[in-house]
């Protein structure tokens, strides 16, 4: 068992909140930070990725472009973003991107 670190309410271990005050655990804001730290890697390939489809032809453009736009409104709100929109990511924007995010869920 452990314990909250402002009200000393005794939690259990996969606690990320103390039921008692709402002080969020050290494991809470581990994971929070690896998440946006993953958030931001996904967001520059996803650039990388409209970027370099745009050098080639501006057809695929059509579709990587909202697709960014889409999963950074949704990190940013941390919304889900589903396994079909994930595999997308994967075949037509960025297949760095789309790994992280197929490997985010594990993460969040």
């Not at 259990?12 to 008692?20: F, G, Q, T, V």
């Not at 969020?24 to 890697?41: C, G, I, P, V």
């Not at 589903?82 to 789309?98: E, H, R, Y």
């Amino acid at each position: 068992m452990k314990y909250c670190t402002k009200c000393g309410a005794e939690l259990y271990d996969e606690s990320m909140m103390c039921p008692k005050c709402g002080c969020l655990t050290a494991d809470y804001k581990a994971r929070s930070s690896k998440r946006d730290e993953m958030s931001l890697a996904i967001k520059i390939f996803m650039i990388i990725g409209c970027v370099v489809s745009g050098l080639g032809f501006l057809i695929p453009l059509a579709w990587t472009i909202p697709m960014t736009v889409i999963i950074y409104r949704r990190l940013e709100n941390r919304e889900p973003i589903g396994l079909g929109f994930k595999i997308c990511t994967v075949l037509f924007c960025s297949q760095i991107a789309g790994i992280l995010l197929l490997c985010m869920d594990t993460v969040a």
